[in-house]
């Protein structure tokens, strides 16, 4: 059906905008919406701030600043959801989204946030961000 960008793509990590639009959304039936792209650092910081320290909201991130794929240059993840056959927002992981999941979990150059210790089911990432990772670490920036 289509897929709907709400982030701008020109800070995303080009590869995986192809690899997104090409090998993952491309042709399938249903509608979806990529909702959250490159996060800059006060974003990322009020993210990990909620459900924290009296700040209101459940937890939605276990990544601080400066250790989220979502936080640098080119971004190197996205969040998505679908979009119902009426318009509304939808987060429910049904058949729909198992057959995305399946689609990222069979790509060489994407992982499914669904895998983490912390389950992120709508969390899509390059899989650059461990020799990114790795970088930081290596440079004290961890």
């Keep these: ?10 800070k ?13 959304f491309e042709d399938d ?8 792209g490159h996060r800059d650092e006060a ?4 993210d ?7 700040h209101p909201g459940p937890i939605i991130t276990y990544a601080k600043p400066g250790q989220s794929p979502h936080d640098v240059l080119p971004a190197l993840a996205v969040d998505f959801h679908e979009l119902t ?8 992981v049904g058949p729909n989204w198992r057959r995305i999941m399946a689609k990222v979990d069979a790509h060489p150059r994407l992982h499914g946030g669904w895998h983490f210790p912390h389950p992120d089911n709508d969390h899509i990432q390059s899989t650059k961000w461990y020799q990114v990772r790795a970088e930081l670490q290596l440079a004290g920036k961890w």
């Design 1 to 10: 059906m289509s897929l709907k960008w709400e982030v701008d793509r020109t």
């Design 12 to 24: 995303l990590d080009p590869q995986m905008v192809a690899d997104l639009e090409n090998d993952i």
């Design 29 to 36: 039936p249903a509608d979806w919406i990529i909702h959250n």
């Design 43 to 46: 974003e990322q910081e009020a």
């Design 48 to 54: 990990w701030e909620q459900g924290r320290d009296g």
């Design 85 to 92: 056959p009426d318009g509304k927002d939808d987060w429910t």
